[in-house]
């Protein structure tokens, strides 16, 4: 593509015309060529002559372009005066070739680029939701995206190990113990889903009296304050090990997921450098003491909410933390860009932050963007963790895995539960990430394992009916020339028309934050592949096992951009 604008480019200077913003595309009919331009229709308004007239001129100068002539068979002026490319079946087979080898796609755009991606920012002691498992799942697919372009990326988790929330599950926690009559160290012995799945109800417990009872609302605000001033002995037993377990159980669901974190960040480091971002901010007028003594933003001026960053009892808020989180990330890891992926529900508080980042510290504003994602609901509607009834993230991924081996049925595959896990995980991921970011998803977990149509698990069994094949033959496939041999059918012609834009797809990805490019482009590769398997014998014909090799591992490259892995067998 970039080859072709540059061509355009040049034409134009000999043409001395003038330089103007012009698209080079794939039509969406490959009848009408591999690549388009307008560059025509865009001149014809700045020069003021009939389309038709530009566009033979240039086209007369591209065909006797010799760099052009390498890559291009033929060029034609269709319509008012768009200008068709077709590639010659040489590069594309070229592609092909190119494509078997591992790192196809890969390049160097980002090289030298430090970038931090915040993502799934669970709560310890709460449970784990499926909004995390949405943010995992985008955030995890950008990182990989930026990596693939040569980017250092640093994977973070910002983690809310204080706060309200953890003053209702710790008083919850003791109520639990209570009622069990257990003791602290008797629930240590307990499986570690089991002790996480106790301080989920403690929490649900804790949230639903501190909005009935006034004097429970006193004890957990009391104790909130305990867990800030570390003053009392018991509260900071039940804290420490309540806060360990959590971490250890996240733990657990990252591995299931894919995700290993570069980088941990905590509300509790957070906070004391959010309260000495509040100082500052309140010297440079950009904060202000409002009612009770809490300190606020004013955002009407600025067309958002008023809102507040240190409360009436001196503690930060998230507001607060978040500048602070800021601030520590930085002096941790001094980025180019930093990306924070969460629900879209609190964009306009992001909004409110970032601004007042932008007045404190401009150029790490400069840095940073909020990268906000819709959320999956059921077909009830919304979750709610305040009060318990909520399908938890490793909930939702048994569900899912409990439908994919009843579709596996009695077929005999080796590590059937590992296999049954990633298909299931590649489900969820695939659902999220086929549409753009931003978008609400209704989990539908018959139709997200389906073994057709536009699903994860369709991915993966094209994969896996690749390397069977590839398996299965006799012959030994080293040799790069082999495809130079090919005399491509119809089904054959469109898989290589469609192999050469993967390396285009990956960048254009990771410019736009958009995996869901991605998604779309390996969905088109299976079917064109599955319509080749099914119209031909592939056996041990060599051009043939060369193209499903190059299949094969643009696949397997696609879906591990997606987060998901790509399972041999199904």
């Not at 039509?27 to 560059?39: A, I, L």
């Amino acid at each position: 593509m970039q080859m072709i604008r540059e061509g355009i480019q040049a034409q134009l200077k000999k043409l001395k015309m003038p330089v103007v913003n012009f698209k080079v595309e794939h039509p969406k009919d490959e009848q009408h060529g591999d690549y388009s331009t307008n560059v025509v229709l865009v001149l014809a308004k700045e020069v003021g002559i009939k389309p038709r007239e530009v566009a033979e001129k240039i086209w007369e100068l591209l065909a006797n372009d010799i760099e052009m002539n390498r890559l291009i068979e033929k060029i034609e002026v269709a319509g008012a005066g768009f200008i068709n490319f077709y590639l010659k079946k040489e590069y594309l087979i070229e592609e092909a070739g190119a494509a078997r080898k591992k790192g196809y796609g890969k390049n160097k755009q980002l090289a030298g680029q430090r970038i931090m991606v915040e993502y799934t920012d669970p709560n310890p002691f709460k449970e784990m939701h499926i909004g995390h498992l949405m943010s995992n799942t985008i955030g995890e697919s950008l990182a990989r995206i930026l990596i693939a372009q040569g980017a250092e990326v640093k994977r973070a988790n910002y983690q809310g190990d204080v706060g309200l929330h953890v003053a209702k599950a710790i008083w919850g926690i003791r109520q639990e113990l209570g009622m069990r009559k257990l003791e602290l160290g008797e629930l240590e012995k307990w499986e570690l889903k089991e002790r996480q799945k106790l301080m989920g109800q403690a929490y649900a417990l804790g949230a639903t009296r501190y909005e009935e009872d006034e004097e429970v609302k006193k004890e957990i605000h009391e104790l909130n304050l305990q867990i800030y001033q570390r003053s009392n002995a018991e509260t900071n037993k039940l804290y420490d090990v309540g806060r360990e377990w959590s971490l250890a159980y996240f733990e657990t669901i990252y591995a299931r997921l894919g995700t290993k974190f570069d980088e941990y960040f905590f509300e509790s480091e957070a906070g004391p450098v959010g309260l000495e971002v509040v100082k500052e901010g309140l010297a440079k007028g950009v904060l202000e003491v409002g009612e009770e003594g809490a300190v606020v933003y004013k955002g009407e001026k600025d067309h958002l909410h008023t809102r507040v960053f240190r409360n009436k009892l001196g503690l930060p808020t998230y507001e607060a933390k978040d500048l602070g989180l800021a601030k520590t990330k930085y002096g941790r890891y001094s980025y180019d860009r930093s990306y924070i992926v969460t629900a879209n529900e609190i964009t306009e508080y992001f909004k409110v932050v970032l601004r007042v980042m932008e007045q404190l510290y401009p150029e790490l504003a400069a840095k940073t963007t909020h990268i906000p994602h819709g959320m999956m609901k059921l077909v009830s509607g919304k979750m709610s963790s305040r009060t318990g009834k909520v399908i938890t993230g490793e909930g939702l991924l048994n569900d899912l895995k409990a439908v994919v081996q009843l579709k596996m049925g009695e077929r005999e595959i080796k590590e059937r539960e590992r296999v049954a896990d990633m298909v299931a995980v590649g489900a969820l991921k695939y659902t999220v990430l086929r549409q753009a970011i931003g978008g609400d998803i209704v989990y539908e977990p018959e139709k997200m394992t389906n073994l057709e149509g536009d699903t994860g698990p369709y991915l993966q069994y094209t994969f896996a009916r690749a390397k069977s094949v590839l398996a299965k033959s006799e012959i030994t496939r080293d040799q790069p020339s082999q495809l130079h041999g090919i005399n491509p059918s119809n089904e054959e012609m469109s898989i290589l028309r469609w192999i050469y834009r993967y390396p285009e797809v990956v960048v254009e990805a990771g410019e736009k934050f958009a995996p869901q490019l991605v998604a779309t482009y390996i969905y088109e590769l299976a079917t064109r592949f599955n319509s080749f398997y099914n119209a031909h014998k592939i056996g041990d014909n060599v051009e043939r096992l060369a193209l499903t090799e190059a299949v094969a591992n643009i696949l397997e490259s696609g879906l591990g951009l997606l987060g998901i892995q790509a399972p041999t067998e199904m």
